[in-house]
Structures are given as structure tokens and as C-alpha cells.
């Protein structure tokens, strides 16, 4: 964060939605900056816009999105406004992202073997046995039992935990700059998972690879993150290394997150936060989390939150918990 | 009264379920054992939470102890009575079921009012329409429902909404047991808790017992009486929710434990590092079958199936945990 240029820095991010009841906002304003090497996580509530912002980031989004911002750039270059070809260099090669749903990103008609070799092919131009050899070690990697066997494998013939190792060998299969993973465990067994969090770590130690995590596991957060944005309908609420977010949330949000937690819980009843994530409809005005804050006021509930300085966790709230006195900034 | 005097409402006694799979036109069929030998009762009151990774049969179990299917091995008692299929309709309000997923689970087509009503349309026809309809707002309103919500339709809920629907259609028969398989699995932390405080309320209020499954150990600490870790359709451990979380005797457990992450970014991670894969339920090999990725597998394991053996604090492993291992030719866990 103080290094000088982040590896990835966006700015003022927007995406929006054209549905059939009109403009529907997924990501809101968002900011951020990625310093290489590090290794950021990102959590918040379903749908709350964290895999919509990162595909915005890769150019992934379908023609519906409108997409929004003051910058984005990858290593000083501007992502924005790519051509085809450059935008084709980077994504899978500098930048890659492993999906969500791991079954729609492969294609079933070819073996995985086909698909891990097609992108070294592209994007390293190996000869055919480096490539072999290479998809072989890939898959050792991601810990797929037999791999030399499995290389002649198609996705359905693979449980889903295995087509998810295969998508991870995939999107570091060019030694990528900044990997994006989102939710890349979810579907794995703990025993399993806890495997791919160390490949992805010990990547990230040993090449300096850049990782953004995408997870809703705050047990995940806790054990691989250095720092941690949480994001609140389509918008980031907190930024902060993952140790001081643990030990003192600044937005109320963070904080009702983290005592929802069973395995902080101090009594058989679980703190709760009343209501729900606002929709399309029930915007307000206001600060989004208003409607289910215990802390609001008519300020919040009226008037749209400043982002607080780095030493109040960057919280987008008018009274960051335990400022001394009410943050307020009046511009 | 202490737990030895309540009588249990559910018994399991050596219960199993095989699958013929496989059999294509040039194959043939193989028998596939979802579960093998599950053993355990559930008094009122109390919450038996099994546990255990993807494909160790633990909806399966949920399925036999709902009577959604039969068992093709060993008996479920019910109030001490063994239960053949020709009692499914008479027992099925003693115990009902609630699925993980609150989309897939719930009519669609349906107004929540007539989705709750409906098990009792089925089950109890005799009972006059405005009885049913009281009935069905009474729940509503113990499950935290507006009454204004009886004329919705689900698509209109929330995720955390759409379980609270399908808890209270569990309910409306006043069952005894509840099965709850991964109910809480689909659902946001924040809604989560809203789902576990409802659970326990309940349970507090109306004597319930639970089948709690669930993958996710924080959760199973939270709400758990008693524990059953299942391995490739077996138990492997079982025992209370102290003696299995504080104790764990079998390797699997202890493994098990160890790789789920925990929220404090201070701790200092021990996981044990396993070795090889799951083998395929197909082809479990002949003695005990987490042999392949136990660290302290010895030949007679390979052999040889341990049974699970112990008082209340059972273990099917020749080298449990915590035994005196002086004697035993044993090495310690892949910590890293
Ligand atoms: N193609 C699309 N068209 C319309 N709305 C979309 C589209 N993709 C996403 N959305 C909406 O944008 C919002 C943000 O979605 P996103 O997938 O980023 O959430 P998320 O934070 O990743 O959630 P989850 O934890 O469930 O993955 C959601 O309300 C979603 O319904
Ligand atoms: N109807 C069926 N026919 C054949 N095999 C089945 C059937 N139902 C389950 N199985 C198999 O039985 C085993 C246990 O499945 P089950 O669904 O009970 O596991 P689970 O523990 O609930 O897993 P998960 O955590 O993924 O839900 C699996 O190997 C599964 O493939
Ligand atoms: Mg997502
Ligand atoms: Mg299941």
C-alpha cells in the first residue's frame, strides 16, 4: 500500500446492469490498489459485487454491463481501452483469474490435457513435449492424483473438485503476474482445499505472484490474507491489514460480520444483523448498511457516507466504531 | 432427569445403504456402499451432528432415517419400535427433513401459505381447512414469518427467508426429529446466524431433536450435543462434541480438524498434510479405509478393517490418537 505504484490500481469503478426492470448498479465507485506481491482478499455478502468488480478488471463482463471508471491499470498499462490483441497478451498470460463456477469455464468437448496444453501453447509456445511435461507437472502441482493418466480425461468424467484443481492449473499454468481466485476452494473437501491454499501461497511466496481471494470463508481470510477489502452492495466498506481488521473493525458492518462468526461466539446465541442486503428497489439514499445498522442516524440514513482515512480502516461510514470523535468530513 | 432416563426418539442400529451403479450394456454392475454400519440414537432435545467430507454419505443417511428410502442393511427404531416401509405414512410426522438448498427445495409455483399447509393436506386429511390455516400461521409466526408473508410466493424471499419457509413446513406436523442436512451451507454468515438462533430456539422450546449435517466444523462446534465423523460411509469416530473436538482419537478426525481454517489471523496453523486422494467409493480398499492417507498406516490396517470401539468415546483406528504410542511403531503428523 505505500509502495509508490501498485501493481494494480483502479479507480472509481462503477459497473451497471441493463435488466429488464431497468439499470441495476452491481459495483459502486470502487477503489483500490494492489501492490505486487501482496496478497489481498476480498469478502462480502452474495452479491455483493466482488466476482462482477474483478471481471470488470479483466474485461469479462457480458455486453449488458456498462462499465465505469476514472482508471484501471495493470502495471502502468490502461486496461480500459485495450485492443483485442494487446488485451489477448495479458489476460491468461500477466493476468489470470480462476472462475467461480469451474464447469463453465472449461470447454467439455476437449480433454483437459488439451485444454492446459492449448494455453501453453499461446501464450509460451513450447514445443509439444515441454508442453506434455509441463501439464504433467501442472497437474502435480494441484495435487490430481495420476496426473500423466488424467491428462486424456474430459471435464465430465472429473468430480468437481478435480475440475476445479484443473482450472487452477490452468490460470497458473504462464506463471501469471497477478492471479485472481475467486472462491477457488468452495467446492473442495477442507483436506483439500487446505492443499490449493498452500500451492497458492507458496506461489505467491516463491514468484512474487500477486493474489486477489475472493472468499466468504473468514477462516480463509484469516489464515492466508495480509490484507483484507470488504465489500457491502457493490460497494467497498473496509480496507485493512487482515490482523488489524480482525482485532478492530471500523465499519459496523465488518464488525456484525465478524461477531456473526460461530467460533467467536461468546453465548448459544449468535449476534445476528437484522434485515437484508438493500435490492434495486430499496436503495437508500443514504449509506447502504443504514437500514440494518444499529449505529444510524438521520446523518446516515440521509447523507452518503465519506471514506475515512487508512487509519479508520478507509471505512465508508459517517461514525467509524471507536473513532473518538465523529469523523465527520465537510467539504 | 439425566440423558439415561430420556428414551431416544430415533435409534439407528447397524443401518446401511448399497447402490447397484455401473451395469452399462458391456459392464457389470457394481455395488456402491453409500453408508456401512451406522450406529447411533437421538434423544429429545439433543442434536447429533455428522460430519464428514463430500461423498461420505451423509445425505444418504439423512434418507434413510427420513424414510425417504430403505435401508439395505440394519434397522431404524422409532420410539423403540423397528420401522418396516408399511409404517413410513403412520411414522412420517415423527420425523421430516430440511435440504440444504432454499431454492431447489420449495414449490415455486406455490404461495407460501399452501407450501407450509401442504404436509398437512397430505397427512392429517381429516383436519377441518380453518384448523390447517391457524396451524400454518401459528408456525409461521414461531419461525419468525410476518403474517402478511402467508400470501407470497418463495421467489419473493430471501435465501435466509426461503429457509425459515421450509423450516416451518418441517414443523406443521410437530415431528419429534428434525434432519437437517447442511441447512445453514447456502446461506451468507449474516443470515447464517439468524438460521442457528432460530434452530436453537426451537429446539429449546419444543423438545426437538436434530440429525445435524454439516461439513462445516464452526458450526457443528456451535450446535452440537454429539458428534459422528463419517469416512467413505463408515463412522470413524464418534462420541460428545468436547471428547471428539478436544480429544480426537481417530487420524481422520484429528486431520480433519486441523485443515479447517480458523477466524484469527494470530493463530499459528498446525494442519496435517495428508497424502493421496479419497479412493473411489467403488473400490474401498479391504482393511481400513483412510489407510492410503494416514501417516501412521502400519500393514495391519492394510489388512484388517478396525472396528469402532470404545464406550461413549469410540474410534475405529488400531492406533488411535492419544493412546500410549510408546509402544506402538508409530510416527507423528505431517504438521506444517
Ligand atoms: N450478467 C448480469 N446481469 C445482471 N445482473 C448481474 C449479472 N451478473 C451479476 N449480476 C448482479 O450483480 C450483483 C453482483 O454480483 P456478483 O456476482 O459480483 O456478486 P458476488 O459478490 O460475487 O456474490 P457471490 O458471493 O454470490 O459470488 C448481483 O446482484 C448479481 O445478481
Ligand atoms: N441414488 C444413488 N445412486 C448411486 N449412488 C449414490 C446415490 N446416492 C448417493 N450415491 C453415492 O453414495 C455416496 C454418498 O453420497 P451422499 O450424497 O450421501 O454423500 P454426502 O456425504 O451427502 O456428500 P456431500 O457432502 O457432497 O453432500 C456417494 O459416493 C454418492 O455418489
Ligand atoms: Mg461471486
Ligand atoms: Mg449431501
Known sequence: ?331 | MTDALLKPIVTADNLSRDYDVGGGMFSKPQTLSAVAGASFSVLPGKTLAIVGESGCGKSTLARLVTMIETPTGGTLSIGGRAVTPSDWSSLRSVVQIVFQNPYGSLNLRHRVGYIIEEPLIINRPDMPKAERVARVREIMQLVGMRPEHYDRYPHMFSGGQRQRIAIARALVLEPKLLVLDEPVSALDLSIQSQILNLLIDLQERLDLAYLFISHDLSVVRHVADDVIVMYLGRAVESGSKEEVFSNPRHPYTKALLSATPKADPRGTSTRIRLQGELPSPLNIPPGCPFAERCWKVQDKCRAERPALDGDHHKAACFFPEGAAEASAPVASAPVA
Not at chain 1, 302 to 327: D, E, F, K, S
Open chain 1, 1 to 331: 500500500m505505500s509502495d509508490p505504484t501498485p501493481l494494480l490500481r483502479i479507480r472509481n469503478l462503477s459497473v451497471d446492469f441493463t435488466t429488464s426492470s431497468g439499470l441495476f448498479r452491481a459495483v459502486d465507485g470502487i477503489d483500490l490498489d494492489v501492490a505486487s506481491g501482496e496478497l489481498l482478499a476480498i469478502v462480502g455478502e452474495s452479491g455483493s459485487g466482488k466476482s462482477v468488480s474483478m471481471l470488470a478488471v479483466m474485461g469479462l463482463l457480458p455486453w449488458t454491463a456498462k462499465i465505469t471508471a476514472d482508471e484501471i491499470t495493470f502495471d502502468g498499462t490502461d486496461l480500459r481501452n485495450l485492443s483485442g490483441p494487446a488485451r489477448r497478451r495479458l489476460i491468461g498470460r500477466d493476468m489470470a483469474m480462476i472462475f467461480q463456477e469451474p464447469m463453465s469455464s472449461l470447454n467439455p468437448c476437449f480433454t483437459i490435457g488439451f485444454q492446459l496444453k492449448e494455453a501453453l501453447r499461446q501464450h509460451l509456445g513450447l514445443n509439444a513435449r515441454d508442453r506434455h511435461a509441463r501439464a504433467i507437472e501442472l497437474l502435480e502441482m494441484v495435487g490430481m492424483p495420476d496426473p500423466e493418466r488424467r491428462l486424456k480425461a474430459f471435464p465430465f468424467q472429473l468430480s468437481g473438485g478435480m475440475n476445479q484443481r484443473v482450472m487452477i492449473a490452468m490460470a497458473i499454468a504462464c506463471r501469471p503476474r497477478l492471479l485472481i481466485a475467486d472462491e477457488p476452494t468452495t467446492a473442495l473437501d477442507v483436506t483439500i482445499q487446505a492443499q490449493i491454499l498452500d500451492l497458492l501461497t507458496g506461489l505467491q511466496n516463491d514468484t512474487g505472484m500477486t493474489l486477489i481471494l475472493i472468499t466468504h470463508d473468514m477462516g480463509v481470510v484469516a489464515e492466508t490474507a495480509e490484507r483484507v477489502c470488504v465489500q457491502y452492495a457493490g460497494q467497498k466498506v473496509e480496507d485493512q491489514p487482515v490482523i488489524d481488521l480482525f482485532d478492530h473493525p471500523y465499519h459496523p458492518y465488518t464488525a456484525a460480520l465478524l461477531a456473526a462468526l460461530p467460533e467467536r461466539a461468546t453465548e448459544r446465541r449468535l449476534p445476528t444483523i437484522p434485515g437484508t442486503v438493500p435490492g434495486a428497489f430499496d436503495r437508500p439514499t443514504g449509506c447502504l448498511f443504514s437500514p440494518r445498522c444499529r449505529f444510524a442516524d438521520d446523518t446516515c440514513r440521509g447523507t452518503q457516507p465519506p471514506v475515512q482515512p487508512p487509519a479508520l480502516g478507509r471505512a465508508r461510514c459517517h461514525y467509524p466504531i471507536g473513532a473518538t470523535t465523529p469523523q465527520k468530513v465537510t467539504q
